[in-house]
């Protein structure tokens, strides 16, 4: 609930408080952001600090120190002692002054860049004392029932004059210092979202500078007590919803204070604002919790899945590429397809290779038209084979990109990102299109809509395999906010023109994995690396910050591709359930027991799925050997462990579930084994599990090396 009183602005979340005053300068002060607190004493939270030295205060008022301010969104050359939220200049002047002018509530509209519906909204604007016509709008949206804040920023220019802006965050959240840690998920292809600790002294600058949301650092991250663990603590989670670079700051003021700072990368950004123009920055999501990691990142995942990622029905579909990689052709994947309908699959997905000309990674992105000496009776035959069969048809695209040995390139050079002298950067021997052209986002478009509309497409992958280099001449990193409004209105059109088409987000695996594309793709593809020991690391990390089923997990073979490792199948399997399931596997050339085994697997992850879709995920363990997660869907749920190694002698870490009703008997099952206990009890000593004892008979689990369990709990 938002409540406008006085000069007060409190956004009341089920469980939170976030207090903003407006002063009697104009300024706005962050009072507060945590658990609740009492409208009766906000008045009390009036920070002041009075002759604090060397800082500034207000000619007729020496108890207004800015340094003892948390601001909540701060501008340079104001006397404020962190770094700014935003810089605005022009050709005359280099600063502006904002003052507070008025506050409204208004329903959200569409923006340029993605905006999460519903919510209640108010908006804080101010005006610049220095220009007159300029304004700046601080947007929040409230999701009371989900303890989720978001927030934006827009910033209109009504002036004769056009601005700058040297950058402009989503957010800033000052907060008081305490002894607090951030963690960020980085990682690189592969192995992309792993949870770091980075204790917070001084400053942390993390982000993205390739152009995309990266592998190498997700837009999410968290700031939090040092002793937060996943279930105690004061915890905050932000995410951005962007696809392009991204900035993350973190630091300590010497007044006590911590001032975080998420939005659009700043290094090397320079956007003009014309005349009569104006510019929207990304949505930037918070949540807190005094709960611990668990319930803030279990909020996340709740918003991200309820409010900004599309719900669809996924079918479980088997993909072309570790099976063939780019040999395939019509008759190879009729055989594929009627392997996969005898053992199950809903679709088959033809990955990379398909459109003419393309046999290596060298050549052809552009020219997505049917290579018809791979498919003598065109795409649409093999679609209508599918369809025969009831089966949906997916299919491989990288709409983005051109490859220069093609007749697009040919045909359109200037298309292609390119700086005219300097040396040449090609990621996987293709080029980035100039989207920001309109006749390039037309062409895409047409190639999207092809695959749909003529090849006849339920399904689409959206890839996107290399990182951006060159810009246009006279720009600097703002080109990739351009380019991604530009992209952001292709994906608006293509799902709003074909809503039943599924999207799967693709980044040479989890490059892209964020709530800008998400908000137009029911699921992302996590990983390139499905061996099950990397993946269970990689969906962990995801599980911060995004819903399961928003995650597409293939069971794939052994040894595994990316890692060369052999794992066995249920560890394969298991993983590959906490999330969308799907496969690439090459099933017309294994064994009869692995068809049955895959077989099973399906049936018995069709059962699991609607838990899956709506489950949240906690992470249960600490303890580095492990990983167990609990899958909670209310009364029913699963426990997932994998034990990465297997020690002599050892018994398996006490896994205690959360969120049960202690009243309750629950029934729990895996294997063989099936036993029913209390609520209570699951809490309070754990699930009560037999003895690993390898090579053991009765009564014993046998967890080798890399190998999962996965037990069903349903309350009875
Ligand atoms: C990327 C994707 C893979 C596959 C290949 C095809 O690497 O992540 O899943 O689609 O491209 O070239």
């Known amino acids: 609930m938002i409540t406008i009183t006085n000069d007060f602005v409190h956004l009341a979340t089920k469980n939170n408080s976030y207090l903003l005053h407006i002063n009697k300068y104009g300024d706005l002060e962050n009072l507060h952001y945590g658990c609740k607190i009492n409208s009766a004493d906000f008045h009390l939270l009036l920070r002041r600090r009075s002759f604090i030295v060397n800082t500034l205060f207000a000619k007729d008022d020496m108890t207004y120190c800015i340094d003892g301010i948390n601001f909540e969104y701060s501008f340079p050359f104001r006397g404020d002692s962190g770094s700014c939220a935003c810089h605005v200049a022009d050709d005359e002047c280099g600063m502006a002054d904002f003052v507070v002018s008025k506050v409204f509530k208004a329903p959200q509209t569409e923006q340029d860049m993605p905006v999460p519906s519903g919510g209640e909204s108010v908006c804080i604007e101010l005006a610049d004392k220095i220009r007159d016509g300029l304004t700046l709008q601080l947007w929040y949206v409230v999701y009371e029932e989900l303890d989720v804040i978001c927030r934006y920023v827009k910033i209109i220019n009504k002036t004769e004059m056009d601005v700058k802006l040297s950058k402009v965050m989503s957010a800033q959240y000052d907060m008081p210092k305490g002894d607090k840690k951030a963690v960020i998920f980085d990682g690189a292809w592969g192995r992309e979202r792993a949870k770091k600790v980075v204790p917070i002294i001084g400053a942390i600058a993390a982000g993205s500078f390739s152009g995309m949301s990266s592998a190498e650092c997700s837009p999410f991250f968290m700031v939090e ?12 989670c932000f995410n951005l919803m962007y696809s392009g670079s991204h900035e993350i700051s973190v630091e300590c003021t010497p007044y006590d204070s911590i001032r975080v700072l998420h939005g659009v990368q700043s290094d090397a950004f320079n956007y003009v604002v014309n005349s009569g123009e104006s510019f929207v920055t990304p949505v930037s999501v918070s949540t807190f919790s005094d709960k611990g990691e668990g319930t803030a990142s279990v909020n996340m995942q709740k918003f991200a899945g309820d409010i900004v990622i599309p719900k669809k029905h996924i079918p479980i579909m088997l993909n072309s590429w570790e099976s063939v990689y780019f040999d395939l052709n019509e008759a190879k994947l009729q055989e594929f397809a009627a392997k996969a309908k005898s053992l199950g699959f809903d679709g088959v997905v033809v990955d990379d290779g398909w459109f003419i000309g ?22 649409k035959a093999y679609a209508d084979y599918l369809h025969s069969m009831d089966m ?21 050079p200037d298309w292609a990102l390119k700086c005219k002298n300097a040396r040449e950067i090609v990621g996987r021997n293709q080029l980035i299109l100039d989207l920001t052209k309109p006749e390039v986002a037309d062409y895409v478009y047409e190639a999207l809509q092809r695959l749909v509309t003529e090849y006849g497409a339920d399904y689409i992958k959206w890839d996107f395999n290399r990182r951006f280099a060159d810009v246009p001449r006279g720009e600097g990193s703002e080109y990739f906010y351009k380019y991604y409004r530009a992209l952001y209105q292709i994906l608006r059109k293509f799902t709003a023109n074909y809503p039943d088409v599924i999207l799967e987000n693709c980044a040479s695996g989890g490059g892209r994995f964020d709530l800008g594309m998400m908000s137009y793709a029911p699921i992302g593809w996590v990983s390139d690396n499905t061996d099950p020991l990397s993946r269970a690391e990689i969906q962990q990390g995801t599980s911060y910050g995004f819903p399961i089923r928003a995650m597409l997990n293939h069971i794939s073979a052994s040894p595994s591709h990316q890692t060369k490792r052999a794992t066995n199948f249920d560890a394969r399997k298991n993983t590959a359930f906490i999330g969308s399931f799907g496969a690439q596997y090459d099933v017309t050339k294994i064994s009869d ?3 049955e085994q895959i077989k099973n697997a399906i049936c018995e992850y069709k059962a699991l799925q609607p838990i899956i879709q709506n489950a949240s995920l906690y992470r249960l363990s600490d303890n580095e050997n492990y990983v167990v997660w609990q899958v909670d869907s209310g009364d029913v749920g699963l426990v997932y462990i994998m034990q990465k190694r297997f020690y002599t002698v050892s018994s398996l870490p006490g896994i205690r579930l959360i969120h049960l009703d202690e009243n309750a008997t629950y029934m729990l099952q895996f294997d063989n084994f099936k036993f029913e206990a209390s609520g209570l009890t699951l809490q309070n000593y754990g699930v009560p599990l037999p003895m690993n004892y390898q090579g053991c008979g009765d009564g014993a689990i046998n967890l080798t090396d890399m190998s999962t369990i996965l037990i069903k709990f349903q309350k009875i």
């Open 392 to 412: 949906a048809f997916g299919i491989w695209i990288e709409p983005e990109m051109v490859s220069e040995r093609s007749q697009l390139y040919k045909a359109h």
């Open 358 to 379: 393309r046999d290596d990674d060298t050549t052809s992105l552009g020219d997505w038209f049917e290579d018809r000496r791979k498919f003598p009776h065109g795409i």
């Open 225 to 236: 007590d040092a002793s937060a663990t996943q279930c105690s603590g004061n915890v905050y």
């Open 593 to 595: 027991s692995e068809c």
